[in-house]
C-alpha cells in the first residue's frame, strides 16, 4: 500500500508542524540495539524506547501537539477526551503546561493501577462503559452538549502529526532503515510515522501490528471502510475497542502500512517476556506488539535494518509478574 506524493508531503507537513511546535516539550528517545533479536532473525534490529517519553507512552507526543496548537479562547471553552489509559495520563500532562481545564473519561474495566495513576497526577476522571469506543462517545457527547472541545487520541491530523515526531526521530537516527513494527489502535502512532518515513524513504516497509482480539483497523483496512464490531479483552488493552467510524487513519494505513497483522494473546506475552529477558525492559502489551509482530515475520527480514517501536510501558504490576514469572 504506497502512499500518493501528494499525500505523503501532506502528513510530512503534519509531522513538521508537530516538531515545531512541541519539540520542546517531548524527548527524543533512543533507539536500542538489540543483539537477541537481530542474532535471532540474522537482521539488524533496534528498539525504539518510546517507553521513555513522557508519561510512559507514545501518547504524550500526540497530545502536547494538540494541545499548543490551540487558541486561548479554545482553550476557555474548556476541553474533553477519552482514553483507555495512556492517553489520560499524555493529554491531562499536556493540558498542565497550558493550564487549562479538562475532563477524561476512561471505560468503567480499566485496570486499576492505571486508573491510580490518572488520579494520582490530580486530573478529573470520568468512568463509562465498558468498550474503549464508550468513553470515547460519551466525551464526544458532553463535548457537544457543554460546547466543550472534544480532543481525539487519533482522529485528527494535529495529533497524528505529533504521533510522527516519534517517526522523524527515527529517520535522524537510523538513515538507512529498511523496516519498521507500530502498535495499531486507533492508528496514530503507525499513521504519523508511516507517512514520514514513506516521505523520507518510499522503499521502507511499514508494518502494523494489531491484537487479534480487538482486530477493528485490521478487518477495516480489508474492507475499505471502518467497522462496528465486537471487540475482547485482551493484554494490549491500549490498542482494543471501537474506532470512530469517520477516522481519518483508516485512508492512512490504506496508503503507508505496506501490512498490518495480528498477534495472539501468547504472541503477546511472548513479546512482553522477550523484552525482559533480554533488555530488562518492563513494557505494556499494547507496547510490545511491534517486537511480537517482528517475532512472528522475522524470516523476512534477514539482513535488514529494522526499528521496532516499543511504545508503552504503563502495565499493572501483577499482570506483569504473571507473564514474566509464569
Request: with cysteine.
Amino acid at each position: 500500500m504506497i502512499a500518493g506524493s501528494q499525500q505523503v508531503n501532506e502528513v510530512r507537513q503534519w509531522v513538521l508542524d508537530a516538531e515545531e511546535r512541541s519539540r520542546k516539550y517531548i524527548i527524543e528517545t533512543p533507539l536500542e540495539y538489540s543483539l537477541y533479536l537481530s542474532k535471532l532473525a540474522s537482521a539488524e534490529v533496534y528498539l525504539k524506547l518510546d517507553i521513555v517519553q513522557k508519561t510512559s507512552s507514545f501518547k504524550f507526543r500526540g497530545a502536547v501537539s494538540k494541545i499548543m496548537s490551540l487558541t486561548q479562547e479554545e482553550l476557555d471553552k474548556g476541553l474533553v477526551a477519552a482514553s483507555t489509559g495512556n492517553f489520560a495520563l499524555a493529554v491531562g500532562e499536556a493540558a498542565k503546561i497550558r493550564g487549562c481545564e479538562l475532563t477524561i473519561y476512561v471505560a468503567e474495566n480499566i485496570a486499576a493501577s492505571r486508573l491510580q495513576i490518572i488520579r494520582d497526577h490530580g486530573y478529573h476522571v470520568e468512568l463509562y462503559g465498558q468498550d474503549g469506543w464508550d468513553p470515547e462517545k460519551r466525551a464526544r457527547e458532553v463535548a457537544r452538549q457543554e460546547s466543550k472541545l472534544y480532543i481525539s487520541p487519533y482522529n485528527d491530523p494535529v495529533v497524528v502529526g505529533g504521533q510522527g515526531t516519534c517517526g522523524l526521530e527515527i529517520s535522524r537516527q537510523l538513515p538507512d532503515v529498511q523496516a519498521a513494527f507500530f502498535a495499531v489502535g486507533g492508528g496514530g502512532l503507525c499513521s504519523g510515522c508511516g507517512g514520514w518515513l514513506k516521505s523520507f524513504n518510499p522503499d521502507i516497509q511499514i508494518i502494523g501490528v494489531s491484537p487479534e482480539k480487538s482486530p477493528v483497523m485490521y478487518e477495516s483496512v480489508k474492507a475499505n471502510r471502518m467497522l462496528e464490531m465486537e471487540t475482547f479483552p485482551t493484554l494490549a488493552d491500549t490498542c482494543a475497542g471501537g474506532v470512530d467510524l469517520d477516522s481519518i487513519t483508516l485512508e492512512l494505513l490504506q496508503k503507508y502500512a505496506d501490512e498490518i497483522t495480528l498477534l495472539t494473546e501468547e504472541e503477546i506475552a511472548n513479546a512482553i517476556r522477550v523484552l525482559f529477558e533480554h533488555h530488562r525492559l518492563v513494557v505494556e502489551g499494547s507496547g510490545a506488539l511491534s517486537v511480537g509482530g517482528f517475532l512472528k515475520m522475522k524470516d523476512s527480514f534477514k539482513g535488514k535494518k529494522v526499528v521496532l517501536t516499543v511504545c508503552g510501558r504503563n502495565i499493572d504490576l501483577e499482570l506483569f509478574k504473571q507473564i514474566v514469572f509464569q
